[in-house]
Each structure stands twice: as C-alpha cells, then as structure tokens.
C-alpha cells in the first residue's frame, strides 16, 4: 500500500518520471503529438506502488494502428491486432516490455477512462507532459488499498472482470474490496458462464 495522497506527489513525479524515460515512451514521444498519447492502466498502478512494469498500455486519439505499426518496425517485431470488428486495439513486444495500444477515436479520454474495470486502473499520464488525469479518484483508493469499480455497470459489462477483481486483491494482498463493488460483482456471477472460452 502507498502512503497518503498528499505525501505521494514527489514519489509519483520520480515514479512517473522515470516511466516516461521507457524507451518506448520516448519513441511514442516521436510518433504522437501533445494531448494524443496517455499512458494507461496498469504500468502507471504499479509504478505508484512501486512494482517494475511488465507492460505499457498506451490510448492513442486516432492513428492507432499506424502507430503500433511504426513502434513495431522500430522495434523490429510485429503488431497483433487484439479488437477485431469490436473496437482497435494493438499489442506487440518491445525488448522486455509488452505494449497494448487501444485508440480511443473520437471519444474523450474521460470517457474511455470509464470503461475501465477498477478506479485504481482509471489513471492517464499525457506522455509529452507527463500532466496526469484522474477522474474517478485511483490514487485516493491506491492510497487507501481500495479495489472499487470505475462505474456501476463493471461487471455488467464484461463479467470477466469479476475474475480480474479476484486476482487483483490476490495480487495486492494489502488491498480490500469495496463493499458495493464486492456486492455488484456477487450479482453479476451468473453471467461468467456466458464468457467465451478464449478468454
């Protein structure tokens, strides 16, 4: 667990520092104009707690596959497309890092911040100016060792996220699961029967 929200902002500057000095961030840097290109998610999670990232998720406005494209030839490896017709989204390896690249169109960062599963998932870094965005408070419940779900319709959504909530508060054993998003999530069990098998 992190400390309180108003002694983390020198830990998360040097945090989110030395993140944005990834190499990956400086060629997204190179690739992306400012106010197009946010760091995401989990890479941004563990950094505040302290945990190497394993993996960079990236939400672009536009261009996203002839960005991945780009970073994957850079990197000389290849894109696997993840979205299908559903939505685009991009992944590919780069040295010891794995990078999700989701684009986010025309829709506001805010509002692709809300499809998120958990509040503590929720957070965007602006690569160019590392200005931060945290809508649904991640950092109060990353302070807190709280797992709450962005929005009430979570787990109604993508039911899988039931079993990403139980391997977050396996993996994060300092941390508790709200009380109303424990309930949602036990209401919305019977739909994990509907999930494809691949995932």
């Known amino acids: ?38 760091l995401v998610g989990g890479g941004l999670r563990d950094a505040v707690l302290g945990i190497p990232p394993r ?52 829709s506001t960062l805010t509002s692709d911040m809300l499809r998120r599963d958990l509040t503590i998932q929720s957070l965007a870094m602006e690569i160019h100016d590392g200005t931060l965005a945290d809508p649904f408070g991640g950092l109060d419940d990353l302070a807190g060792g709280t797992l709450r779900m962005t929005s009430p319709d979570s787990f109604s959504d993508d039911p899988l996220r039931i079993m990403r909530l139980s391997r977050f508060a396996a993996q994060l054993p300092d941390f508790q699961i709200e009380p109303h998003t424990l309930e949602q999530a036990a209401q919305s069990t019977s739909e994990l029967t509907n999930i494809a098998s691949e995932r």
């Open 55 to 106: 993996d960079l998720d990236v939400v672009v406005s536009g261009s996203g596959q002839a960005i991945s494209q780009a970073l994957a030839d850079e990197y000389n490896t290849r894109v696997i497309e993840l979205g299908g017709d559903r939505f685009a989204a991009f992944r590919l390896v780069a040295g010891d890092m794995q990078i999700d690249i989701w684009d986010r169109g025309d």
């Open 1 to 38: 667990m992190v400390e309180t929200r108003s002694s983390l902002q020198p830990a998360l500057r040097t945090a989110f520092a030395a993140l944005n000095a990834h190499p990956v961030c400086r060629s997204l840097r190179g690739m992306t104009s400012p106010g197009t290109c946010h």
